[in-house]
């Protein structure tokens, strides 16, 4: 999954540590968010959106794989 973590964070001069206290989880979790490493909880998807005053769907972006266009 996709999201724009990174983007919306350094447009606000947001610090990792700092969005990982505001979401209650570690700097590393907000670092594998943003280098796709980590799909959120839906809880803790929910508090990244409230903290940006976004929609869910605005951050992150869900790319279904498409294994049955191949056939």
């Known amino acids: 999954m996709k999201n724009r973590i ?3 964070r350094k447009e ?3 610090k990792q540590e700092d ?3 505001a979401v209650e989880v570690s ?3 907000i670092g594998s968010l943003e ?3 980590y ?3 839906i809880i803790l998807a ?3 959106a409230r903290y940006f005053h976004m ?3 605005d951050i992150f972006i869900y790319e279904e794989e498409i294994e049955n266009e191949k056939e």
């Open 46 to 48: 929910f508090k990244i």
């Open 35 to 37: 280098n796709g490493r």
């Open 19 to 21: 969005l990982a206290i």
């Open 6 to 8: 990174e983007e919306l």
């Open 55 to 57: 929609s869910i769907e």
């Open 27 to 29: 700097r590393q979790t």
């Open 12 to 14: 606000k001069g947001i």
């Open 39 to 41: 799909n959120p909880s």
